[in-house]
């Protein structure tokens, strides 16, 4: 009797995960508010303030690989991962799309290929900053 219980109990696991793994969009949103909003919404020390559309048009321009990967390796005001280090990739970049679109942006959560090339600019950047 203990396996088809062990079973859908796997079963009810694995499309709770799958289930997440489509919400991203609102998880960048509440990582945006548990992390992010701080200095994002007042804009302390020259943050890019939420919305602010003339702000963020640069930042779109540079595009979404340079602006996720230097923000979370950090630059100026803006701490590596927003200040929280157990803070993963896939959350950081997910608030960086919150926040782009929230302010003129119509990006998406990176597929694996871009997720490479975010890799790449992070490794990049911080060889730079150690010389
Ligand atoms: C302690 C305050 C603070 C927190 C918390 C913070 N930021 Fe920032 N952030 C800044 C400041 C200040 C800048 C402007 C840096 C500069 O260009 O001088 C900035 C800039 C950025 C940029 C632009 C980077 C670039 O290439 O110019 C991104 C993207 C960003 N933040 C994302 C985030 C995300 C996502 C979070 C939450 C996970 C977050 N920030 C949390 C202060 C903060």
Same mark, same amino acid.
């Given at each position: 009797? &203990?396996?088809? &219980?062990?079973?859908?109990?796997? &079963? ?30 007042? #804009? ?43 803070? #993963? ?32 600019? &992070? ?9």
């Amino acid at each position: 009797m &203990i396996r088809p &219980i062990t079973a859908s109990y796997f &079963i009810g696991v694995c499309s709770l995960l799958l289930f997440s793994g489509t919400s991203l969009a609102n998880s960048g949103e509440s990582i945006y508010q548990q992390v992010c909003a701080s200095c994002h919404t007042p #804009g302390v020390a020259g943050a890019p303030k939420l919305g602010d559309k003339a702000k963020w048009a640069a930042l779109i321009k540079e595009g979404q690989v340079q602006i996720t990967a230097h923000g979370y390796v950090g630059v100026r005001g803006m701490p590596a991962k927003g200040g929280r280090p157990d803070l #993963g990739i896939n959350d950081f970049a997910a608030s960086v799309v919150y926040m782009a679109n929230q302010s003129g942006a119509s990006w998406k959560n990176p597929d694996d290929a871009m997720l490479k090339k975010i890799d790449a600019e &992070i490794q990049r950047r911080q060889a730079q900053l150690r010389k």
